[in-house]
């Protein structure tokens, strides 16, 4: 059976939009054996476990500063795990600390061949700063990669900058179809906006997402300033600038308002959409947006950016409505613009419903890259 070794900063407790796609396609590959390298930061976890279909391998001491001694402890690991000539390939998701630990295995054993995927959500500058002095071995990652696999042609375009020599495969994250597509009923509905303090008669804003700057959840509350009393926000996530958002709904006067749900669960996050009107993500940059997708595929019409990956999917007037970065105005004129012109809401719905159903489900897209992992292994044998 193949083998193949991924190599990632964290997994499974501590993920991201990326590691919970990672899982959600290895839990679909099969026919090869997967054993995943990262980094334990957090003390308590085990130093190897089953999770889904692959084999976790944690480096470190269970601290932050484990990231940083992954490219050696990473790779001593992966060599422990298996002889050069047993590993079909490797597989880095993103380029980051784990990007860096599998260009030194590269170095190690120069004759494995490199899938890297990109899943990279933060403004494209970010990555350059943090690199620093490193950045020329930031690009040895693209470089040296055999096959790159994006989730979006903004990352696509980004790894061709960064000097992969061939084409990139874009290959989107997805959307469990089957969990936000099955509907609430009515009356569970109307049970939880009265549960959030909302009635039947408001249009409830919706965002699901980190609360960071790059989210844009800040311009989202002050959106609220530009539209009649009975527009609401409901805010499902946690992040480091929680206590600021509330701050802020509180100086403009809006605090009654916006509900902050805090983080909730993957699983409660269906019924949570649905039991909103529109999904609203002024996003500063985006590597893709699985939050859109979701919301699609819950039955809302959704308002973004024209940032990232976005466009892949949203399509003004067709599968969704763009407003613009930085400017709550905007947010408040496509809102109003969903619920006043006639038809949009439900060509929305319906457009974007279909437009998941057809491009977004993790059977055919973990086949894709199934694939990918096939044609890089071949040129091996």
């Known amino acids: 059976m193949p083998k193949t070794i991924i190599f990632s900063t964290t997994y499974f407790p501590l993920v991201g939009g990326a590691e919970v796609a990672m899982k959600e396609v290895t839990d679909r590959l099969t026919g090869r054996e997967l054993h995943l390298v990262c980094a334990k930061i957090q003390p308590g976890l085990k130093r190897t476990e089953k999770i889904g279909n692959i084999t976790v391998h944690r480096c470190g001491f269970g601290k932050p500063l484990d990231k940083y001694l992954l490219p050696v402890l990473g790779v001593m690991r992966a060599m422990s795990i298996a002889r050069a000539k047993d590993v079909d390939c490797i597989w880095s998701l993103m380029a980051s600390y784990g990007g860096f630990t599998a260009l030194v295995y590269t170095w190690v054993r120069p004759k494995t061949k490199l899938l890297l995927t990109l899943q990279e959500g933060d403004p494209l500058e970010h990555y350059a700063k943090r690199a620093g002095r490193l950045q020329f071995l930031h690009e040895k ?147 893709l947006g699985n939050s859109f997708l979701e919301a699609m595929a819950a039955g809302l019409p959704i308002i973004g950016t024209l940032v990232g990956g976005i466009p892949d999917f949203l399509n003004d007037g067709e599968t969704g409505v763009f407003c613009k970065p930085r400017d709550p105005e905007s947010i408040a004129a496509a809102a109003k613009r969903i619920q006043e012109e006639s038809g949009l809401r439900e060509k929305l719905v319906r457009q974007g419903e279909a437009l998941v159903k057809e491009k977004y489900g993790w059977e055919e897209i973990a086949e894709k890259i199934s694939a990918i992992l096939r044609s890089i292994s071949r040129t091996t044998n």
């Open 141 to 287: 990652i693209f470089k040296r990669a055999d096959a790159v696999q994006a989730i979006s042609n903004f990352l696509a375009e980004w790894a061709t900058k960064m000097g992969f020599k061939s084409k990139p495969e874009v290959v989107p994250n997805g959307v469990d179809i089957a969990k936000f597509t099955k509907r609430i009923t009515p009356e569970r509905r109307s049970e939880m906006r009265r549960g959030f303090g909302f009635g039947d008669e408001d249009v409830v804003l919706v965002t699901a997402s980190r609360l960071s700057l790059k989210n844009g959840i800040d311009d989202l509350i002050r959106s609220l300033s530009h539209l009649p009393p009975k527009f609401k926000a409901l805010i499902a996530g946690d992040g480091e600038d929680r206590d600021k958002l509330r701050v802020l709904a509180e100086q403009k006067g809006l605090i009654e308002r916006v509900v902050f749900l805090g983080s909730r669960s993957h699983d409660e996050l269906p019924a949570i959409l649905q039991s909103a009107d529109i999904f609203v993500r002024a996003s500063l940059s985006e590597g």
